[in-house]
Structures are given as C-alpha cells and as structure tokens.
C-alpha cells in the first residue's frame, strides 16, 4: 500500500499526469499571458502607439478597429471551441454513459485548423468589404505583398507550425495499416522472432490526418489571401499612414499568431496520440492453463515519445498566442497631438502623390 502511495505522490509521474492535460496547458497560458500583458515591455508598446488628429483617428478606428475585434474574437473562440470539445468528449460523456470508443475521432485534431480557417475567412470578407474602402486622398507608394506586414519571425514560426503539422500527419499516415479494407487507423508493430499477428494500438492514420490536412490547406489559402488583402489595399490619406502601417503590422500578426496557435494545437494532439500508440512494449497471450509475455517495440518508439513530452509546451504557446491576439479586443486608435513620427512620412507620402501627377 505505501510503495502504490509513494508512486501517486511521485513529483515527476504527478507533472506528467497533469501536463497530459490540455485544459492545464491552458490555465499555465493564461497565467502566462497575464505576466506578458502587464510586463513593463508590453505597458511600453501599447504607450508608443501613434497619436492621430481627431478626424484621422476616427476614420482609422473605423476601419481598422472591426478588424481587431474579429481577430479577437476569432482567438477566442479557437481556444473556446478546443476546451469545449476536450470536455465533452473527455468528460461530460463518460457522465452520462456514452463511450467513443472504436469511434474515429477525427474532429479532435481538425477542429483547431477549422476554427481558426473560419475566423481568418471572416476577417478576409471584413477587409474586402469594409477595410478597403477608396481613399480620401490617394498616397502613392510601393507595390505591396501578403509579406509586407508580416515579421520574419512570425512568418517563419508559422510556416515551420504548418509544416511540422503536415509533415507529422504524412508521415503517421504513411505508418499507419487497416484491417480488411477498415479505416486506416492502427499501428502495426511485429513481435520480434515470433510468428503471431503483430500488436495494433489504435494511431493517428490517414482516417484522422486527411480531414487535418483538408482543413490545413484551407487555412493556408484563406490566410494568404488576408494577408494579401490587408497590405494591398490603399490608405486613407497621408497623414495616416504610419498608423495605418501599425494597424496592419498587428493584423497581420493576428493573423500568423491564430494560423500558428491553431497548427500547434492539432500538432500537440497528434504528438500525444503518437506517443501513446508507440509506448506498447509487451504482449500477453492468455492460455488455458498458462500466460506467455512477449516483448514488443516500435523502432520510432523512444522518438515518439519524445514527442509526446513536447506536446504541452506546444499547447501552452498556442494558447499564449491565442490570449494575446484576443487582446486586440480592446484597441482603438489614439487621439490627440499628432505624433511627431507622422511628419516626415506624410510628407514624404504627399510628395510622391504630387510627383505623380
């Protein structure tokens, strides 16, 4: 009794118990969020933001402020959706009876990359409809691509979180067998010097990774092209293109923050369900009068788990991400003296539309 005691108190097994979870994930996020929002850097930044003119600082707030609210509201309802979908189908089921086993629960590792697919999609209808608007007063300036406004950094993060996704959901796909023309949802490991039928935990297989995919590629597109539609569009009016450049540097990094949150979201989910599937290590045959146990191992099994251990560090900074683009909730366009930052480039920006005529 001790010896069981001692292991259910043993801090390491107790870490890894409750960083299975992704609901702890997302309460060490939150509170990793919080610590960012009120940090002396992030109080700074939001301080340094540009000062319009009252009249420009309501034209800016009406294009740009919708857009800040739906990328918040589209990073919140990522994480809703996710911790919605967790619950019930970890919990609140098992309550009242109803067991999803043998049910291919592909909608747990898509349903991050659909969520935030829809909500990149509304902010693209939003921009093109409302956001891009003909200026009041036309600023010439150079051609602009769906990389204008997006950082290195935030470009390449979220391309390596899409990749990584893909690549992971090929590769277990590629891994993964059936059983007489079934899904492709099982993992074949051969009992070494043995003739009997390999073991097959269940696996992340192409039944779970083409609607990932499907969902991948979707988001992709509808990000670039809110990407595209963000920095193409034209001005306002020359004094407000510093802050209009602000305003899309953030939307677009809204924009990378949801698409890599989500990715790593899926990503983290695979990651587990890959582990688990590797970490079989034994086979027992029950006979009549005698058991006979077999050792059994998967050559990608120590790899696998591997990844299983980095899946919560991936499900905390998606979810940091996803907590500070919701923050965009609460922006707005400053008013009051203009700042003196905005001089030069207005002025720059008015004599290239007078060399232009």
Request: charged share 15%.
């Amino acid at each position: 009794m001790l010896p069981h005691i001692a292991s259910l108190l043993d801090p390491i097994q107790l870490l890894g118990a409750l960083l299975s979870l992704p609901l702890v994930s997302l309460i060490l996020a939150a509170i990793i969020a919080v610590g960012i929002a009120v940090s002396p850097r992030g109080a700074a930044r939001r301080r340094s933001r540009v000062r319009l003119t009252p009249s420009a600082s309501t034209a800016v707030s009406a294009r740009y402020t919708p857009e800040h609210r739906t990328l918040g509201i589209a990073a919140i309802a990522v994480i809703v959706i996710f911790a919605a979908e967790n619950l019930i189908t970890g919990y609140v089921l098992g309550m009242f009876g109803v067991s999803l086993d043998g049910v291919v629960g592909w909608w747990r590792y898509a349903t991050p990359v659909f969520a935030a697919s829809v909500g990149v999609a509304v902010l693209l209808a939003m921009i093109a409809t409302r956001g891009s608007t003909p200026p009041e007063r036309p600023v010439v300036s150079a051609r602009r691509t769906w990389l204008t406004f997006s950082t290195r950094v935030g470009s390449g993060g979220t391309a390596l979180a899409v990749l990584a996704l893909t690549t992971t959901t090929l590769l277990a796909g590629l891994a993964s067998s059936n059983l007489n023309g079934g899904p492709y949802v099982y993992l074949e490991i051969d009992v070494p010097n043995e003739t009997i039928d390999p073991v097959r935990p269940w696996f992340y297989g192409w039944a779970y990774g083409v609607p990932v995919l499907i969902c991948t590629a979707v988001l992709v597109a509808v990000v670039v092209a809110a990407l595209q539609a963000n920095a193409a569009r034209a001005f306002l009016r020359p004094e407000t293109v510093v802050a209009e450049q602000r305003e899309r540097r953030d939307i677009a990094s809204g924009i990378t923050r949801v698409t890599a949150s989500a990715s790593l979201l899926a990503l983290a989910g695979a990651f587990r369900f890959v582990a688990d599937a590797g970490s079989v290590a034994g086979l027992t045959i029950q006979g009549d009068s005698r058991s006979d146990s077999y050792d059994v191992f998967w050559r990608y099994g120590e790899l696998a788990a591997i990844g299983g251990w980095v899946a919560p560090a991936l499900e905390i900074t998606a979810f940091v991400l996803l907590f500070l683009v919701s923050a965009q909730l609460r922006r707005g366009p400053r008013a009051g003296a203009p700042a003196q930052d905005v001089a030069e480039p207005a002025a720059e920006a008015t004599s290239d539309s007078e060399a232009a005529r």
